[in-house]
């Protein structure tokens, strides 16, 4: 099981960035799929979740109205859209599949995570 996240970099607050996570195939296309984000010095987080099929989404209120997670299941790929980007939004972001077909706040949920990617948000 493998999942390699990648789009993070420096960008300006206002900004806008899109993150995606490619995965196996075998375990994407059943899963729910979540990202989280860790800032300095922080817990890691719950940003956003989708089911198996992206009929139901989730977000932390932080981030609604501003990020948006879809996914690709013919490309495996996992995307995480994110407009209006804030200095707080600075943090390394993680793509993980879930345990089941749904996506869920809790990372016990998630037994499978990506390496992540930084993203920094300037001021």
């Known amino acids: 099981v493998q999942l390699q996240a990648s789009g993070g970099g420096l960008q300006r607050a206002g900004g806008s960035l899109r993150l995606s996570c490619v995965a196996s195939r075998r375990m994407f296309n059943n899963n729910g799929m979540g990202w989280f984000r860790q800032a300095p010095g922080k817990e890691r987080e719950f940003v956003s979740a989708?089911?198996?099929?992206?009929?139901?989404?989730l977000y932390t209120d932080s981030v609604k109205g501003r990020f948006t997670i879809s996914r690709n299941n013919a490309k495996n790929t996992l995307y995480l859209q994110m407009n209006s980007l804030k200095p707080e939004d600075t943090a390394i972001y993680y793509c993980?599949?879930?345990?089941?077909?749904?996506?869920?706040?809790?990372?016990?949920?998630?037994?499978?995570w990506g390496r992540g990617t930084l993203v920094t948000i300037s001021s």
């Open positions: 993980a599949a879930a345990r089941g077909a749904q996506g869920s706040r809790g990372s016990s949920e998630y037994p499978y």
């Open positions: 989708i089911s198996w099929n992206g009929a139901s989404t």
